[in-house]
């Protein structure tokens, strides 16, 4: 159970062109998700949270209006990177959280990760 | 100070060793604690979750957490040449109910 996809899995695009990327709960339903960005060598950062049918909260310095995401459902989450450029190519992954039983809080499913490429 | 800290490693630790992970955290209200697994170039899995003061096992993992210290390590007995990858600490923050991820330590168990 808690399986979290996500598409695509890779993808190259051109300088300037818009790109989406899909977060899926597979197996239940995630009272949130989250879009992380992930440099090589380097820890995740947040970059949003992301509840259903509300506005996404961006951590600071994440452009709003650059990574924009859409929460249409319980299962599913959308980041589109607008008008990408080569130094936003990175490994994007999100994740979607489930309240397990004897949890306080909780707890955080990654997705497989989506490589971006801009060149 | 940090809301999560680990050391960055590397930790190298021969084969058939026990390999033992540490985190430290601020927030003294936490209540939950996290244990993920990240190959390189692959997203994090969780490994172990963590609720209550002692030890927790599962299989080769044993999760420690030890709240009035505000310490939670993670020990891999007969490490494997597989468990060779970064190992991330999350732990939640009552103040706005977040997850909260340390940076990882680097594992590298040696053949």
């Known amino acids: 159970g808690a399986v979290v996809s996500q598409h695509p899995s890779r993808v190259i695009c051109k300088s300037g062109t818009s790109v989406k990327i899909e977060c899926r709960s597979l197996?239940?339903?995630?009272?949130?998700m989250f879009w992380y960005r992930q440099f090589p060598k380097q820890s995740l950062m947040l970059m949003a949270t992301?509840?259903?049918?509300?506005?996404?909260?961006?951590e600071q310095g994440v452009e709003k209006d650059k990574f924009l995401i859409n929460h249409a459902s319980l299962t599913l989450s959308t980041l589109t990177v607008t008008s990408a450029h080569p130094e936003d190519s990175s490994f994007y992954i999100c994740?979607?959280?489930?309240?397990?039983?004897?949890?306080?809080?909780?707890?955080?499913?990654f997705g497989p990760g989506t490589r971006l490429t801009v060149l | 100070q940090k809301e999560v800290e680990q050391n960055s490693g590397p930790l190298s630790v021969p084969e058939g060793a026990i390999a033992s992970l540490n985190c430290t955290y601020s927030?003294?209200?936490?209540?939950?604690f996290f244990w993920y697994r990240q190959y390189s170039g692959k997203s994090p899995e969780l490994i172990m979750s963590?609720?209550?003061?002692g030890d927790k096992e599962d299989g080769r993992f044993t999760a420690q957490l030890n709240k009035a210290s505000q310490y939670v390590s993670l020990l891999i007995r007969d490490s494997q040449p597989s468990d060779s990858a970064t190992y991330l600490c999350?732990?939640?923050?009552?103040?706005?109910?977040?997850?909260?991820f340390g940076k990882g330590t680097r594992l590298h168990i040696l053949p």
């Open positions: 994740s979607a959280s489930l309240r397990t039983s004897g949890g306080a809080t909780d707890t955080q499913y």
């Open positions: 197996d239940f339903q995630a009272t949130t």
């Open positions: 999350a732990v939640n923050t009552l103040r706005d109910d977040k997850i909260i």
């Open positions: 927030d003294r209200g936490s209540q939950s």
């Open positions: 992301s509840n259903e049918g509300s506005k996404a909260t961006y």
């Open positions: 963590i609720y209550s003061n």
